[in-house]
């Protein structure tokens, strides 16, 4: 037997009807001015607002970067996380947020490439923008690196994330701050110590925030590598994209022969840092993430080389 389907389309109002129905309204008089000029700027009201401000400005802007590397791949897109501020005089109600974005995406759309020699460009040209004595930029991207098996010698890419720091004060100068957080192996000493065979091991971060001298010369280092190696060298073994088993085995046997706790690598690191002729003062943190306790090891030390001065 043949049934005949019968379909009943709904009959909608339509689609201004349908926004009138959830609530919208026409619009009313307009009395206010639409040319920019004969508008209230309340931000560029001078009075005495009782405090300076240390910072105004923006944060957690999502923007596309180009950055270079000594690792491969050499030349690379990334995504970077900006925060944009300047200080601000009391006699100045606020800052002009829109020209913190503004000059962003003029930078991008000339290929900017972030550089530690770029971003004091902007920071300079920023302050100028606003019409401040400073400003500051910090960017934050993840950084890929190619890592080749150590036997097989097979590659991906591992990354690490990395944050750049500039400030500029028309008195003062530059201050430049860069930041690498990166992952390592480690094995415990004392478990190796105690045990009749094995030892627990752990995945370790290290996070290196260090302040650069002004001589600094990205073209002759690049310090994202510099941090790099520091951890990674210090570590009972490195990280690894990809691992056949002759890898593994090698990896395996190099982290019982080089175990470490926390501290160690903190101090090890530390040692690496302190090396460096262009890093004046540095903080070293590192985190085990613990494989038989359910809490983290934690460790850190800072030291200001220009104390020694």
């Known amino acids: 037997m043949n049934i005949t389907k019968v379909n009943h389309k709904k009959a909608l109002p339509n689609k201004k009807e349908r926004h009138k129905l959830f609530g919208s309204v026409d619009p009313g008089p307009k009395t206010k001015p639409v040319d920019k000029h004969k508008m209230t700027d309340l931000q560029n009201t001078k009075k005495d607002f009782i405090f300076d401000l240390d910072a105004v400005g923006i ?3 999502k923007h596309p970067i180009q950055i270079s590397s000594s690792l491969a791949p050499t030349f690379q897109t990334t995504i970077g996380e900006f925060t944009l501020t300047s200080s ?3 006699d100045s109600k606020g800052t002009n947020m829109s020209r913190f974005t503004e000059q962003l995406h003029e930078y991008h759309t000339s290929n900017f490439v972030v550089s530690i020699n770029g971003l004091k460009k902007f920071t300079k040209e920023l302050a100028q923008r606003l019409k401040q004595k400073d400003a500051c930029v910090e960017v934050t991207f993840p950084w890929f690196f190619e890592r080749k098996g150590p036997s097989s010698e097979l590659t991906g ?8 720091k500039v400030h500029y004060d028309v008195v003062y100068g530059y201050d430049t701050e860069v930041t690498l957080a990166g992952m390592i192996t480690t094995l415990c000493p004392c478990s190796k110590e105690i045990s009749e065979y094995s030892a627990h091991n752990q995945r370790g971060n290290v996070t290196m ?3 650069l001298a002004e001589d600094y010369d990205e073209n002759q280092v690049d310090w994202k590598e510099a941090l790099l190696e520091a951890a990674e060298s210090n570590a009972s073994a490195r990280i690894h994209p990809v691992l056949k088993r002759p890898d593994e085995k090698m990896v395996t046997e190099q982290a019982f022969e080089n175990p470490r706790f926390v501290e160690d690598i903190v101090r090890l690191v530390a040692a690496d840092l302190y ?3 262009y890093i004046k003062k540095f903080k070293v943190s590192c985190r085990n993430e613990e494989s038989i306790h359910l809490h983290d090891a934690i460790a850190s030390v800072t030291y200001d080389k220009t104390n020694e001065e």
Not at 157 to 164: I, V, W
């Open 88 to 90: 601000l005089d009391k």
């Open 59 to 61: 944060a957690k802007v």
């Open 275 to 277: 090396e460096l002729d």
């Open 157 to 164: 890419l591992n990354h690490a994330d990395a944050t750049m």
């Open 209 to 211: 925030q260090v302040s």
